[in-house]
């Protein structure tokens, strides 16, 4: 028996027509947050003790809300006004707390489990980084902008945290440590990450082992003790001290020096209150993977380690060992050819190294208006491929980084980022990444377990024209009746009685159905004979 939701299918095909980046609100799938408090967000959250500690609880709701938290770790509280828990927890543990959000209309409940002890990023990393939308014309003013349009969107009540500076920040080494410090076009990097903290959001910055970074700034090694660079005293730099490229190549800076400033450049950033670095090189190699490892370690502060790019899988014990999250690929585009080989071409054989703490890196998510420079451009994916993009990037469990200017964003990619279901498959605890059960060059269906026994299942169509996609429940573990849900548009849309029957929908070119199905893998005795057929 097959069961086709051809209204369902139909709703998905619409977003077959390309994107004008105007006016996509005839896509939206996602319904809007309920007025009444939703706890969104991680079931779970790791720090060390005796540190910074600092989580925003994310819900939804209208406003005024206020908070509470039961069970805190001691040394932590909560601001009834803000959610925002901080202070310095002071014994490691586990610790269940009971959050609870209310505002005039209702209240919600939700328990977090609070984990004092020597790992960081227990779910993928959700935020934002500058690359994507401005590359090498970042500047305080245009974070900023983009930080308080997360804020202003809504974006931090479904548990977007980071703001995370790419390539572009670095001026000379000086200050306390002889560290590097901001170039003009940014201000005091404490007064910054103090402004962000005081919004329950959190500060990422870039740099890489190199000389010079990829932009031709100065890396965190050096030729020279005194932490001078020669093509900066020879003044082959602009005004913001980048390598001008007119005169020297920017490769030529990308070699190792003799001295490393990794202590130096971590205390440094440990002071202005940093909270994750994207660390940039390739090849990525072991010995400098752990110089910075060993600085963070020391400087007094939880900061994620991110490595940047294209990681080697022989490096793959290393990087579990000494990084929370790393690139598996060279830079994405926005384009069908770019989301196809980064998603579906090379994530799989990662899929061993994933879990609690440690998260391959599928790169930046390429939704809203992107450009890597000065100017941005609406995406050039379709709304079905954004869709694609958001479905797979997390049933992989991929760190979720904004690419695009928060602060142009439209309805349409609020809605993609806003969806509190999808969100949950991506921040699951169970940590694991999803397996591609079928397929082969025209489809792709992955299959992700979750904490709870239920499963998540997204059916990606791979060819250029719709197509049917489908499971046998009982091929893939699943015996008695599931509900099935339809995880963009928050709804229940089928229940399966017999796990013999195949069930399946049309599925729009290069789209995607995303379902949860429930109660999942049951705890059940079975009697008499069962077997797939």
Not at 45 to 52: K, S
Not at 105 to 130: F, H, Q
Not at 444 to 462: C, H, Q, R, W
């Amino acid at each position: 028996m097959k069961r086709i939701l051809t209204a369902f299918a139909a709703a998905l095909m619409l977003a077959a027509v390309p994107s004008t980046g105007q006016d996509n609100s005839q896509f939206i799938l996602t319904p809007k947050a309920p007025e009444t408090p939703h706890i969104n967000g991680p079931k779970v959250y790791g720090a060390h003790p005796q540190v910074d500690f600092l989580y925003k609880v994310p819900a939804t709701g209208v406003r005024p809300m206020t908070f509470s938290a039961k069970g805190l770790p001691k040394g932590l509280s909560i601001d009834y006004r803000t959610g925002i828990i901080s202070g310095k927890a002071k014994k490691a543990g586990e610790y269940i707390v009971t959050l609870k959000a209310e505002n005039e209309l209702g209240s919600d409940t939700r328990e977090l489990r609070i984990v004092i002890g020597g790992k960081l990023a227990l779910t993928p990393p959700l935020g934002w980084n500058s690359w994507n939308c401005w590359g090498n014309s970042v500047s305080q003013e245009k974070v900023m902008s983009s930080a308080n349009a997360l804020i202003e969107k809504g974006l931090d009540q479904y548990g977007w945290t980071y703001i995370n500076i790419d390539d572009g920040w670095q001026g000379l080494r000086g200050g306390k440590y002889n560290a590097i410090q901001p170039n003009c076009k940014f201000g005091d990097m404490k007064e910054l990450a103090d402004y962000l903290h005081s919004k329950g959001l959190k500060l990422g910055i870039y740099s890489g082992p190199w000389v010079g970074t990829y932009a031709g700034h100065i890396g965190t090694t050096c030729e020279n003790e005194d932490g001078k660079y020669w093509w900066v005293e020879q003044g082959i730099v602009d005004d913001v001290w980048k390598l001008d490229r007119s005169k020297q190549k920017r490769d030529s800076l990308w070699y190792f020096g003799d001295v490393s400033f990794a202590k130096q450049d971590a205390k440094q950033w440990a002071d202005w209150g940093v909270d994750y670095l994207k660390y940039d090189w390739n090849p990525n190699d072991r010995y400098y993977l752990r110089d910075m490892y060993d600085a963070l370690q020391e400087c007094g502060r939880d900061i994620i380690y991110s490595i940047s790019n294209s990681s080697p899988i022989a490096l793959g014990p290393y990087l579990q060992q000494y990084a929370q999250c790393w690139r598996t690929t060279g830079d994405i585009r926005d384009n069908w050819d770019s989301i196809f080989k980064i998603g579906f071409g090379g994530q799989d054989r990662w899929a061993g190294y994933k879990g609690p703490g440690n998260w391959p890196d599928a790169d930046m998510l390429v939704v809203g208006k992107v450009g890597w420079g000065p100017k941005t451009h609406w995406t050039n994916l379709t709304p079905d491929e954004q869709y694609t993009h958001i479905t797979l990037w997390s049933i992989l469990a991929s760190p979720l980084l904004i690419g695009c200017d928060i602060a142009e964003m439209d309805d349409f990619t609020i809605s993609l980022l806003c969806n509190s279901e999808v969100l949950d498959v991506n921040q699951d605890a169970l940590g694991k990444q999803a397996s591609r059960i079928y397929g082969d060059d025209t489809y792709a269906t992955y299959l992700k377990p979750l904490e709870d026994g239920s499963v998540a299942i997204a059916m990606f169509n791979l060819s250029d024209k719709p197509r049917k996609i489908g499971f046998i429940p009982v091929k893939i573990g699943l015996i008695g009746e599931q509900i099935v849900h339809d995880l963009w548009r928050q709804k229940d849309i089928a229940v399966i009685g017999n796990h013999h029957d195949r069930w399946e929908t049309e599925v729009a070119s290069h789209g995607v159905v995303f379902l949860r199905l429930s109660p999942g893998v049951q705890d059940v005795k079975i009697t008499g004979m069962i077997r797939s057929r």
